[in-house]
Structure formats: structure tokens, C-alpha cells
């Protein structure tokens, strides 16, 4: 198909489309003539793809192009490509981390994955990624926040458990890795989603409604 | 103090602190003499909270300075707020809205949320994200990635409770809303790196683990 059709199909902008070929997060298409090229359903899956990882997931263009030459790269290695998937959901600061406080919170981390025997890299960023932000709670005197760390465990384990055996449902290893990236990165942005409607559901319940909601607000559900 | 004390205090450095306060994230101090001024507490406090949105959070200067400006503004009004701090960790970008499929992803949200009898707005921002999710997964032939919602909801649902029990337990009410602001946003970085670690581990137990680690992860923890 042209890069019209190809517009038209993934609903993304012609101009947004030359972007990303530039950028290289698509592959260019078959040459057909001077400035034409012919684009196939893989472009288009493509496209999809990447729309899903910026509009829905939050993730960076420089992000999702890491992704998506992480599918190309680890095609068979589903663990590198966990990694690139989760780096790109991950912000890029980082707080101190030098500090004694910093080294307890990891310390706290290490032990609850070795009281549950999580089969992690100890290196991994994710353990970094937790001990900031306990130590973020801690420096602003929330540590009640994350006293019940092994709540946050139970939920994380069984929706990861849950996840994993969808993607190894899956017989074909290429749409496999696909699952991965997306069960990351949407699954993220889903549950963040839904946890924010269970903080309001159960800020109404446990505060009580307000009288009037807000104007910008029309009304309460249910 | 000085300025030089608070970025001691703080691990902010000073020119970012001068940026933070050019930038109304960090109200001005008390001015001593011409180009000095004297910081309080409250200034060091303040700090430590847009770092923590910041570097822990992921979330934007943009998006600080509105969450910090609704702890202000929203200062006994806990639903407001918790909108404004919602509101800075979702992605800007839009999906397109229009398609049936959408509208139908839509009302499978809406179901769900009468079915468990949540309470909250139905024009909740919330509620599109998850429509934006289960929209994008069936753009790419995903839709098993979401069959069980109801897990995830339960998963969101019963963190939501004890995370706005914990605010409860606050008598004082300026505190309180900072709970809220933490709790949204480092509640979702820490739950968004177990859940990295989860799926690690479930990944190598379900997988099997690689003989050889890859060589920037030099080997598997317990």
C-alpha cells in the first residue's frame, strides 16, 4: 500500500509516519519510484504497535525505538527482551543513591526477594527502581506507606504470574515476544488506570461523598 | 538557612533549586539582603517532595508544579487533589476515541465498575485510560492480554483500600494530603518495579532459566 493508505489504515499522520521512518522506528518500505514506496500489513502492524507503546503506554519516541529494535535483536531470547520492554517504561533520573538510608531500602528489597525466592538478576534496576521509592517515602516521613511492602508482592506475583502463562499460551515465538512487550507496557498503563478508579472508589466509601461534586465532574457513577 | 545549606540538606543542587523557584515550584524565602535570601523547613520539605515526584515518580517539572499548586489549592478537598496527582503520572498523548471499537472498550470498563459497584466519576480520565489499553491490545490481536480484568481490578482494588486506610490513620489533614500525593505517585513506581520483578522471576520459572546469564548480569539471586 502507499504511505496514504497506510496513513488512512493506522489513523497516524502522514508526517508523524515520515518521522518515524527517519527515526527508525519503522522500516522503510519497498522503493516503487522516485518518492514512492510500497508499505505491507507489517508496516501497518508496525505503526500499531508504536502507537500503542507512545499514546497509551506514555513511553518516549527514543524509547520506543529501543523497544522495537529490541524485538528485532532478542527475537529468541525473551528475558534481554523483558529488559529492553521494562527499561523503556522506567524513568531515566536518578535520586542519590550513595546514601546509608538508600542501602537499607535495598537491603530490605534483597531480603523480601530472597524470603519469596524470586529468581531475579541481583543487578537488575527494578531492585534499584523500589529502593528509591522507599527511600523517597522515608525522607518525607511516609514510611507507613510501604509497611506492608509484601501486599504490593502478593498483587505484583499473581498479576506476573498470570501474565507470563498468557504469553507462553502463545504457540508462534514471534507474536510471543510481541505479547511481551505489550503485557509490559499496556499492562501498565491499564492497571495504573484502574487502580487510580479503586483510590477514588475508596476515597468516596472510607471519606464519604462530597454533596456537590466538582462542576468539571457532572456526577457520580452508580 | 541559606541556599547553600539547603542544597547541602536537600542533594538539590543550587542551580536547580533557583530553577525550581523561577519556575514557582518552591516558594521564594524570606530576603535577607539584596540577592539573599533565608529558607525554612518547609522549603527543605518542599524540595524533598518534587524530587521524589520527579526522580522517583518519572512525572515532569510541568506536572510537579501542578501537583505541588493542588496541595495549595485543594488543601481539604482529598478527591480534587487526588485527581490533580492522578493526573500527573497518565501520558498527555490521545489515542483516537472514535471508533466503535473504542466506545465498546468503554462500556466493558463501564460494566465493570457498576458490576463492583465503584464509586466514581463517570467522566473520570481513568476510565478512558483503561479504554485506551484494551483498545490497543486488540489493535495488535491482544485482547487475550486482558481477558481477566476482573484480576486486575481486584489487584487495584484491595492496594487501593489499605493505601487510603494508611492516609486515613493521619490525624493531621495537611499531612494527610501529602499521603495522597506520595501515595499515588510512589505507589505507582513501586508497584511498577515489583511487578518488573515479578515478571522476571515468573519468566525464568516458567521458561527456564538461560544457562549462562548475559554478560552485563553477572548472576541469578537465590
Known amino acids: 500500500m502507499r504511505v496514504g493508505e497506510l496513513s488512512k489504515r493506522s489513523g497516524v499522520p502522514i508526517p508523524t509516519i515520515k518521522y518515524y521512518l527517519r527515526e527508525g522506528l519503522l522500516p522503510a518500505g519497498a522503493a516503487t519510484a522516485a518518492n514512492q514506496a510500497d508499505y505491507g500489513d507489517e508496516h501497518l502492524r508496525r505503526l500499531l504497535l508504536i502507537r500503542a507503546l507512545i499514546d497509551v503506554g506514555g513511553v518516549s519516541v ?3 525505538r529501543e523497544v522495537v529494535t529490541a524485538l ?3 527475537a529468541d531470547d525473551p528475558l534481554e527482551l523483558l529488559g529492553a520492554a521494562q ?4 524513568p531515566r533520573h536518578r535520586p542519590d543513591r550513595e546514601t546509608p538510608e538508600w542501602q537499607a531500602a535495598k537491603q530490605r528489597v534483597l531480603d523480601l526477594i530472597a ?3 524470586w529468581l531475579v538478576y541481583p543487578l537488575s ?3 534499584d527502581l523500589v529502593a528509591d521509592a522507599l527511600t523517597a517515602a522515608a525522607s518525607l516521613g511516609a514510611t507507613e506507606l510501604f509497611d506492608n511492602l509484601g501486599q504490593y508482592a502478593d498483587s ?3 498479576l506476573a504470574a498470570a501474565e507470563v502463562r498468557t504469553v507462553l499460551e502463545r504457540p508462534d515465538p ?3 515476544m510481541e505479547l511481551v512487550v505489550l503485557g509490559t507496557v499496556l499492562g501498565e498503563a491499564l492497571f495504573s488506570a484502574l487502580r487510580q478508579l479503586a483510590h477514588q472508589h475508596e476515597s468516596a466509601r472510607q471519606i ?5 461534586p466538582p462542576q468539571k465532574n457532572p456526577g457520580i457513577a452508580q
Open 62 to 64: 527514543a524509547s520506543a
Open 72 to 74: 528485532g535483536t532478542y
Open 87 to 90: 527499561s523503556a517504561v522506567t
Open 115 to 117: 524470603a519469596r525466592g
Open 125 to 127: 534496576p527494578s531492585i
Open 156 to 158: 505484583a506475583a499473581s
Open 174 to 176: 514471534a507474536a510471543r
Open 208 to 212: 464519604g461523598i462530597p454533596e456537590a
